[in-house]
C-alpha cells in the first residue's frame, strides 16, 4: 500500500469513527499510532520537524488535567474563545502547536506563570465543530520542547521554544524495564472488563522503548504531577523506572479491588444458595407433614403475643407484622428487623404489675429503717399509701362518680430536690422496698439526645425502644418505683431536647399513651410512680417542673449526722472492711470533730469517705498485727486524718476582728455555704473595684450598696465627701468559684460602713438580704440551708429579712435553741445588730492662761 493511499483510508477511518462513536477512538489509538507511519515511511520525529519550517515563536494551548506526549495521538475538545481563535490560526499554517499542561486545572484561562515548562509540540491531524460552538481535535505528539520566554498572551500565548529531545539509551537494563511495564500494562488491562483485545495486542508488540513509556503512559490513569514528571524526565531507563512504579501500585490496586469484588460476589452467591436449600427444605418438610423452622417462629410468637395480653391496638400490630414475618424469607434484612420488633413487644410487661402492700405502719418503719429524719418525704408516702388503700376499697362507690373528661390518676410524679449526699436516691430505693414494687433508676445527667427517651424510629439501622421502655422490660412489671436521676443536668443538642420528651412520660394526663418511636404504639405509664431528682430547680425547664410535685430536702444538722453516722454509716463501713464491732468505736466527741473540721457538707458523702479511711486505717493496723485504741477520739481523728481541713469558729471569728470584714450567708445547689465580704480604702477619687468572680446580679448589689451608703453618709457618721478623696475596693474570696445573687446586699452594705466608720462586726454574726436604695431589706430564698451552713460555721447571730420569719418555722429546733434570730426590715436595723457600737471620743479643752 502506499503512503497517499494509506493516508487516505486513515482519514476515512477517522471520519466514521467521529462522527458514529467518539468513544471508540481512544480505544484504537495505539492501532492509529502504529498507522500514523506508513508501511513504506519509515521517518521518525526529528525527520518530521526536519520537514517542516519551525517557527521561531511557538502558539501555546495550555492543556487542563491532561498531558500530551510525543509519538502519541490523542482527542481533545476546545471551548475557551482564545483556545478556538488559536485552532483557526494553526490550521491556516503549519498546523504545529505547543501543547502544555496547567499546574492549575481548576483555571479557565491560566497564565504563563500557571503552566509547566515541558510540553510537546504537536501537529492538528483531525478536526470537528460542534453545534455548542466547540472543536474537537485529534492531535499527534511529535517531540519534546522547553518552554522559553512568553512573547504574547493576546489574542493567546506565543513563546519562545527549545527542543528537547531524549536521552537515546539502550542495553539489557532498558530492555527488562520496558518489558517490566508492557507485562504489568497487559495484567492491569486484563483485569479491566472494558479494555479492547487489540489495545492490549498493541502495547505488547511494542518494541521501542521511548514509545513503549509513552503509549502507556497515555493509557494510563495517573496523577497529574506524576505524568508530567514521566514527560519531564530526560532518561528513558528513569522514565521506565517511574512509569514500573506506578503500574505497580496500580496492579496491587486492581488486584485488592477484585478480591474484595469476588468476596462479596461469594456472599452474594452463599446467601443464594442457602435461600434456594431453604426453600428446598420447606418443600420437603410440606411433603413429610413437618413444620419448618420459621413456621414454628411464627406460631411461638403468636403464642406469646396472646400472652402477653396487649392493648387491642399493639395486640393488632404485633399480629400484622407477624404474618409480614412469616411471608419473608429468614434470609431477608427486614425478617431480622421485623423479628426483633416483634421480641420486644411480647417481653414488655403490658399486664404484668406487681400488687402493692398497703400496710401504713409497715412503710413507716422500714423508711425509719432505712433513713433518718427526712420526715416531708417519708409523710408524703405514706398518704399515698393511704389514699391507694381507701380507693381499692372504695372503688364500686367512687365508679358512680368517674369523669368522662379527666382520667383518674393513678401513679405519682415526685421530684426530690436538695444537695448532694442528702439520700435523694437511696431513698427511693427505700420507697419501693416500703411499697412492696420493683425499684429501677436510670440517670439522664449529660442525656442530650430526644431518641434516649423516646427512641428511634425502626427505619434505622439497630434502632432500639428509648431507656424508659428499655428499663420497664429489665424491671418486668409495669408499676415500678422509676428513679429518672439528675434530671437537672439533661442537655440538649441538634439532636432534639430531652427534657421536651420528659413532658409526656411525666404529665399524669398524657403519659397512660405514651408512644415510643420504635413501637409507635401506646404504653400505659399511669401506674408507674416516678422520682426525679435534683441538685438545683433552675436549670429543669418551667413545663416540666410544672409536671412534678416538689419536695425539697436539705442539709442535715450536726446532731443528725451524728444519728446517721452511729446508725448507718458506721455500721456499713465496718461492714465493707471486713471489721468488728469491738474493733472500732466512734465516740460523739470523733464524730463531732469529723462533721466540724474534715467535711463541712449538707449532706454525709464526704463525712462516710472519712469514716472509711479511719475504718481502713484501723484495719491496716489490724492487718499488720499491731497494737492500737479501738476507741476512736479526738486525738486518734487527727492521727488518722492528718491535720483538719476546715478553720474551727475561733479562726473564724478572727477574720471579722477587722474593720471592712462581714460574714455573709450565700445558697448553692450543694447546699448553704457562708461568704467573707471585705472591703478596704485607699487614696484615689471615686474608684470602686470589685472582684472575686462576681456575677452581674451581685455586682449590682454593691453598687446599690454604695449608693445607699453615700446617699447617708452624714445619717451614718461618715464624712458627706468621703468618696471624692478615695477609692474603694470590695472583694470576696474564693475568686475560683461564680458568685452571684442579690442576697448579700446587706452584706456588702455593713462591710462598707464598718469600713468607713471604723467599726467591728460582731463575732458570730451572720447576714443575708436584698437591700433596695431606698434602705429596705427584701426577702431572700433557700434561707434554711443558709442557716444550717451558719450553725456548720459556728455563727450564732442571724440577721435576716422580716419577711422570712416564717421560714424559720422549718429549722429544726435544736439549731433554733442555740442561735439568735434577728428579723430586719431596713439597713439601719441591719446596722445596729451587726455592728459594735461606735467609740466615744474624749473632747480636751485647752486652758486659757
Same mark, same amino acid.
Given at each position: 500500500?502506499?503512503?497517499?493511499?494509506?493516508?487516505?483510508?486513515?482519514?476515512?477511518?477517522?471520519?466514521?469513527?467521529?462522527?458514529?462513536?467518539?468513544?471508540?477512538?481512544?480505544?484504537?489509538?495505539?492501532?492509529?499510532?502504529?498507522?500514523?507511519?506508513?508501511?513504506?515511511?519509515?521517518?521518525?520525529?526529528?525527520?518530521?520537524?526536519?520537514?517542516?519550517?519551525?517557527?521561531?515563536?511557538?502558539?501555546?494551548?495550555?492543556?487542563?488535567?491532561?498531558?500530551?506526549?510525543?509519538?502519541?495521538?490523542?482527542?481533545?475538545?476546545? /471551548?475557551?474563545?482564545?483556545?478556538?481563535?488559536?485552532?483557526?490560526?494553526?490550521?491556516?499554517?503549519?498546523?504545529?502547536? /505547543?501543547?502544555?499542561?496547567?499546574?492549575?486545572?481548576?483555571?479557565?484561562?491560566?497564565?504563563?506563570?500557571?503552566?509547566?515548562?515541558?510540553?510537546?509540540?504537536?501537529?492538528?491531524?483531525?478536526?470537528?465543530?460542534?453545534?455548542?460552538?466547540?472543536?474537537?481535535?485529534?492531535?499527534?505528539?511529535?517531540?519534546?520542547?522547553?518552554?522559553?520566554?512568553?512573547?504574547?498572551?493576546?489574542?493567546?500565548?506565543?513563546?519562545?521554544?527549545?527542543?528537547?529531545?531524549?536521552?537515546?539509551?539502550?542495553?539489557?537494563?532498558?530492555?527488562?524495564?520496558?518489558?517490566?511495564?508492557?507485562?504489568?500494562?497487559?495484567?492491569?488491562?486484563?483485569?479491566?472488563?472494558?479494555?479492547?483485545?487489540?489495545?492490549?495486542?498493541?502495547? /505488547?508488540?511494542?518494541?521501542?522503548?521511548?514509545?513503549?513509556?509513552?503509549?502507556?503512559?497515555?493509557?494510563?490513569?495517573?496523577?497529574?504531577?506524576?505524568?508530567?514528571?514521566?514527560?519531564?524526565?530526560?532518561?528513558?531507563?528513569?522514565?521506565?523506572?517511574?512509569?514500573?512504579?506506578?503500574?505497580?501500585?496500580?496492579?496491587?490496586?486492581?488486584?485488592?479491588?477484585?478480591?474484595?469484588?469476588?468476596?462479596?460476589?461469594?456472599?452474594?452467591?452463599?446467601?443464594?444458595?442457602?435461600?434456594?436449600?431453604?426453600?428446598?427444605?420447606?418443600?420437603?418438610?410440606?411433603?413429610?407433614?413437618?413444620?419448618?423452622?420459621?413456621?414454628?417462629?411464627?406460631?411461638?410468637?403468636?403464642?406469646?403475643?396472646e400472652a402477653a395480653h396487649m392493648p387491642a391496638e399493639a395486640e393488632e400490630q404485633?399480629?400484622?407484622?407477624?404474618?409480614?414475618?412469616?411471608?419473608?424469607?429468614?434470609?431477608?434484612?427486614?425478617?431480622?428487623?421485623?423479628?426483633?420488633?416483634?421480641?420486644?413487644?411480647?417481653?414488655?410487661?403490658?399486664?404484668?404489675?406487681?400488687?402493692?402492700?398497703?400496710?401504713?405502719?409497715?412503710?413507716?418503719?422500714?423508711?425509719?429503717?432505712?433513713?433518718?429524719?427526712?420526715?416531708?418525704?417519708?409523710?408524703?408516702?405514706?398518704?399515698?399509701?393511704?389514699?391507694?388503700?381507701?380507693?381499692?376499697?372504695?372503688?364500686?362507690?367512687?365508679?358512680?362518680?368517674?369523669?368522662?373528661?379527666?382520667?383518674?390518676?393513678?401513679?405519682?410524679?415526685?421530684?426530690?430536690?436538695?444537695?448532694?449526699?442528702?439520700?435523694?436516691?437511696?431513698?427511693?430505693?427505700?420507697?419501693?422496698?416500703?411499697?412492696?414494687?420493683?425499684?429501677?433508676?436510670?440517670?439522664?445527667?449529660?442525656?442530650?439526645?430526644?431518641?434516649?427517651?423516646?427512641?428511634?424510629?425502626?427505619?434505622?439501622?439497630?434502632?432500639?425502644?428509648?431507656?424508659?421502655?428499655?428499663?420497664l422490660r429489665r424491671a418486668e412489671t409495669k408499676n415500678p418505683v422509676f428513679m429518672?436521676?439528675?434530671?437537672?443536668?439533661?442537655?440538649?443538642?441538634?439532636?432534639?431536647?430531652?427534657?421536651?420528651?420528659?413532658?409526656?412520660?411525666?404529665?399524669?394526663?398524657?403519659?397512660?399513651?405514651?408512644?415510643?418511636?420504635?413501637?409507635?404504639?401506646?404504653?400505659?405509664?399511669?401506674?408507674?410512680?416516678?422520682?426525679?431528682?435534683?441538685?438545683?430547680?433552675?436549670?429543669?425547664?418551667?413545663?416540666?417542673?410544672?409536671?412534678?410535685?416538689?419536695?425539697?430536702?436539705?442539709?442535715?444538722?450536726?446532731?443528725?449526722?451524728?444519728?446517721?453516722?452511729?446508725?448507718?454509716?458506721?455500721?456499713?463501713?465496718?461492714?465493707?472492711?471486713?471489721?468488728?464491732?469491738?474493733?472500732?468505736?466512734?465516740?460523739?466527741?470523733?464524730?463531732?470533730?469529723?462533721?466540724?473540721?474534715?467535711?463541712?457538707?449538707?449532706?454525709?458523702?464526704?463525712?462516710?469517705?472519712?469514716?472509711?479511711?479511719?475504718?481502713?486505717?484501723?484495719?491496716?493496723?489490724?492487718?499488720?498485727?499491731?497494737?492500737?485504741?479501738?476507741?476512736?477520739?479526738?486525738?486518734?481523728?487527727?492521727?488518722?486524718?492528718?491535720?483538719?481541713?476546715?478553720?474551727?469558729?475561733?479562726?473564724?471569728?478572727?477574720?471579722?476582728?477587722?474593720?471592712?470584714?462581714?460574714?455573709?450567708?450565700?445558697?448553692?445547689?450543694?447546699?448553704?455555704?457562708?461568704?467573707?465580704?471585705?472591703?478596704?480604702?485607699?487614696?484615689?477619687?471615686?474608684?470602686?473595684?470589685?472582684?472575686?468572680?462576681?456575677g452581674n446580679v451581685m455586682q449590682e448589689s454593691a453598687r446599690a450598696a454604695l449608693?445607699?451608703?453615700?446617699?447617708?453618709?452624714?445619717?451614718?457618721?461618715?464624712?458627706?465627701?468621703?468618696?471624692?478623696?478615695?477609692?474603694?475596693?470590695?472583694?470576696?474570696?474564693?475568686?475560683?468559684?461564680?458568685?452571684?445573687?442579690?442576697?448579700?446586699?446587706?452584706?456588702?452594705?455593713?462591710?462598707?460602713?464598718?469600713?468607713?466608720?471604723?467599726?467591728?462586726?460582731?463575732?458570730?454574726? /451572720?447576714?443575708?438580704?436584698?437591700?433596695?436604695?431606698?434602705?429596705?431589706?427584701?426577702?431572700?430564698?433557700?434561707?434554711?440551708?443558709?442557716?444550717?451552713?451558719?450553725?456548720?460555721?459556728?455563727?450564732?447571730?442571724?440577721?435576716?429579712?422580716?419577711?422570712?420569719?416564717?421560714?424559720?418555722?422549718?429549722?429544726?429546733?435544736?439549731?433554733?435553741?442555740?442561735?439568735?434570730?434577728?428579723?430586719?426590715?431596713?439597713?439601719?436595723?441591719?446596722?445596729?445588730?451587726?455592728?459594735?457600737?461606735?467609740?466615744?471620743?474624749?473632747?480636751?479643752?485647752?486652758?486659757?492662761?
Amino acid at each position: 500500500m502506499s503512503a497517499s493511499r494509506w493516508h487516505s483510508n486513515l482519514a476515512e477511518w477517522l471520519d466514521w469513527i467521529w462522527e458514529n462513536d467518539a468513544s471508540l477512538m481512544e480505544y484504537l489509538l495505539p492501532s492509529l499510532l502504529s498507522d500514523l507511519k506508513a508501511p513504506d515511511a519509515d521517518s521518525d520525529a526529528d525527520s518530521i520537524l526536519g520537514d517542516l519550517d519551525l517557527p521561531e515563536n511557538l502558539p501555546i494551548l495550555p492543556l487542563r488535567g491532561l498531558v500530551v506526549y510525543p509519538q502519541t495521538a490523542v482527542p481533545l475538545t476546545v /471551548g475557551q474563545p482564545r483556545s478556538v481563535r488559536l485552532v483557526d490560526d494553526i490550521l491556516s499554517g503549519d498546523k504545529l502547536v /505547543g501543547l502544555v499542561a496547567s499546574r492549575k486545572p481548576e483555571l479557565d484561562e491560566p497564565g504563563p506563570e500557571d503552566l509547566y515548562t515541558v510540553g510537546t509540540i504537536a501537529t492538528v491531524h483531525r478536526l470537528l465543530r460542534a453545534p455548542d460552538g466547540t472543536i474537537r481535535l485529534l492531535v499527534q505528539g511529535i517531540q519534546r520542547f522547553r518552554l522559553g520566554d512568553v512573547v504574547e498572551t493576546e489574542p493567546y500565548l506565543k513563546a519562545k521554544f527549545e527542543l528537547a529531545p531524549e536521552i537515546e539509551e539502550s542495553g539489557l537494563q532498558v530492555d527488562a524495564l520496558a518489558r517490566n511495564a508492557r507485562d504489568q500494562f497487559t495484567q492491569i488491562a486484563e483485569m479491566i472488563p472494558s479494555f479492547p483485545e487489540e489495545l492490549i495486542s498493541s502495547i /505488547g508488540a511494542l518494541i521501542d522503548p521511548l514509545e513503549t513509556v509513552y503509549t502507556i503512559a497515555n493509557f494510563q490513569r495517573m496523577e497529574l504531577d506524576d505524568a508530567q514528571e514521566i514527560l519531564e524526565i530526560d532518561s528513558i531507563e528513569a522514565k521506565l523506572r517511574k512509569l514500573v512504579g506506578i503500574l505497580v501500585r496500580e496492579n496491587q490496586v486492581l488486584q485488592l479491588g477484585q478480591k474484595i469484588q469476588n468476596e462479596a460476589r461469594g456472599e452474594i452467591e452463599k446467601v443464594q444458595r442457602e435461600y434456594f436449600l431453604r426453600e428446598q427444605m420447606k418443600a420437603i418438610q410440606k411433603e413429610l407433614g413437618e413444620r419448618d423452622e420459621q413456621a414454628a417462629e411464627a406460631e411461638e410468637f403468636r403464642q406469646k403475643i396472646e400472652a402477653a395480653h396487649m392493648p387491642a391496638e399493639a395486640e393488632e400490630q404485633a399480629l400484622h407484622e407477624l404474618d409480614r414475618m412469616s411471608r419473608l424469607p429468614t434470609a431477608v434484612a427486614e425478617y431480622g428487623v421485623i423479628r426483633t420488633y416483634l421480641d420486644w413487644l411480647v417481653s414488655l410487661p403490658w399486664s404484668k404489675s406487681t400488687e402493692d402492700n398497703l400496710d401504713i405502719s409497715h412503710a413507716r418503719d422500714v423508711l425509719n429503717k432505712d433513713h433518718y429524719g427526712l420526715e416531708d418525704v417519708k409523710e408524703r408516702i405514706l398518704e399515698f399509701l393511704a389514699i391507694r388503700g381507701l380507693r381499692l376499697k372504695r372503688q364500686d362507690q367512687l365508679a358512680k362518680n368517674k369523669d368522662s373528661i379527666r382520667r383518674e390518676r393513678e401513679g405519682v410524679i415526685l421530684c426530690f430536690v436538695g444537695p448532694p449526699g442528702v439520700g435523694k436516691t437511696s431513698l427511693g430505693r427505700s420507697i419501693a422496698h416500703a411499697m412492696g414494687r420493683e425499684f429501677i433508676r436510670i440517670s439522664l445527667g449529660g442525656v442530650r439526645d430526644e431518641a434516649e427517651i423516646r427512641g428511634h424510629r425502626r427505619t434505622y439501622i439497630g434502632a432500639l425502644p428509648g431507656r424508659i421502655l428499655q428499663a420497664l422490660r429489665r424491671a418486668e412489671t409495669k408499676n415500678p418505683v422509676f428513679m429518672l436521676d439528675e434530671i437537672d443536668k439533661l442537655s440538649d443538642s441538634f439532636q432534639g431536647n430531652p427534657a421536651s420528651a420528659l413532658l409526656e412520660v411525666l404529665d399524669p394526663e398524657q403519659n397512660s399513651e405514651f408512644r415510643d418511636h420504635y413501637l409507635e404504639v401506646a404504653f400505659d405509664l399511669s401506674q408507674v410512680m416516678f422520682i426525679t431528682t435534683a441538685n438545683t430547680l433552675s436549670t429543669i425547664p418551667g413545663p416540666l417542673l410544672d409536671r412534678m410535685e416538689v419536695i425539697s430536702l436539705s442539709g442535715y444538722t450536726e446532731q443528725e449526722k451524728i444519728q446517721i453516722a452511729k446508725g448507718y454509716l458506721i455500721p456499713r463501713q465496718i461492714l465493707e472492711n471486713s471489721l468488728f464491732k469491738n474493733e472500732i468505736r466512734f465516740t460523739v466527741a470523733s464524730l463531732r470533730k469529723i462533721i466540724n473540721e474534715y467535711t463541712r457538707e449538707a449532706g454525709v458523702r464526704n463525712l462516710e469517705r472519712q469514716i472509711g479511711s479511719v475504718c481502713r486505717k484501723v484495719g491496716t493496723l489490724i492487718a499488720e498485727e499491731k497494737e492500737y485504741d479501738p476507741k476512736i477520739t479526738p486525738a486518734a481523728v487527727e492521727e488518722y486524718l492528718d491535720a483538719p481541713i476546715y478553720l474551727d469558729a475561733e479562726d473564724l471569728r478572727k477574720r471579722v476582728s477587722q474593720p471592712g470584714v462581714a460574714a455573709g450567708l450565700a445558697w448553692t445547689s450543694y447546699g448553704g455555704n457562708v461568704l467573707f465580704i471585705e472591703a478596704t480604702k485607699m487614696a484615689g477619687s471615686k474608684g470602686f473595684q470589685m472582684t472575686g468572680s462576681l456575677g452581674n446580679v451581685m455586682q449590682e448589689s454593691a453598687r446599690a450598696a454604695l449608693s445607699y451608703v453615700r446617699a447617708h453618709a452624714e445619717e451614718l457618721g461618715i464624712e458627706p465627701n468621703f468618696y471624692d478623696k478615695m477609692d474603694i475596693h470590695l472583694h470576696v474570696p474564693a475568686g475560683a468559684q461564680p458568685k452571684d445573687g442579690p442576697s448579700a446586699g446587706v452584706t456588702i452594705a455593713t462591710s462598707l460602713v464598718s469600713l468607713l466608720t471604723g467599726r467591728k462586726v460582731k463575732k458570730e454574726v /451572720g447576714m443575708t438580704g436584698e437591700i433596695s436604695l431606698r434602705g429596705r431589706v427584701l426577702p431572700i430564698g433557700g434561707l434554711k440551708e443558709k442557716v444550717l451552713a451558719a450553725h456548720r460555721f459556728g455563727l450564732r447571730t442571724i440577721v435576716l429579712p422580716k419577711r422570712n420569719e416564717v421560714d424559720l418555722d422549718d429549722i429544726p429546733d435544736e439549731v433554733k435553741k442555740v442561735m439568735t434570730f434577728v428579723p430586719v426590715e431596713t439597713i439601719d436595723e441591719v446596722l445596729s445588730a451587726s455592728l459594735e457600737a461606735p467609740r466615744k471620743t474624749r473632747r480636751t479643752t485647752k486652758k486659757s492662761e
